[in-house]
């Protein structure tokens, strides 16, 4: 459990600060078809700073400037990587009818 809570927890970061996204904006259905508009793929992070600070106030935009660039997303995909085998390592053990993997 506790791999998991630490693949989740690099996951939230790696999407939310390096993951752009297209929200629709605009939808219509004429007849069968549906027509959708988007806006510019943004990242999460990247919408949240956006916001006025009415919203959000400007020390917590602060810290999450902070937070983005103290990151690194090539390291961050690498740990996913490394957690991932990790963890799919371990549930390979837990299956013994399962054929151990050819060594290169």
Do not use: C
Not at 1 to 26: C, D, G, H, S
Not at 70 to 77: E, F, G, K
């Amino acid at each position: 459990m506790a791999w998991l809570n630490e693949i989740y927890a690099t996951l939230r970061l790696y999407t939310n600060f390096f993951q752009p996204l297209q929200k629709t904006v605009f939808k219509e259905r004429r007849g069968a078809r549906v027509y959708r508009r988007y806006d510019t793929a943004r990242t999460p992070y990247e919408r949240v700073v956006a916001l006025p600070d009415t919203v959000i106030s400007a020390d917590q935009k602060a810290t999450l400037r902070q937070q983005y660039e103290a990151l690194n997303p090539a390291a961050l995909r690498r740990d996913l990587t490394r957690l991932q085998d990790r963890l799919g390592d371990t549930a390979h053990l837990d299956d013994p009818d399962r054929e151990a993997a050819p060594t290169p």
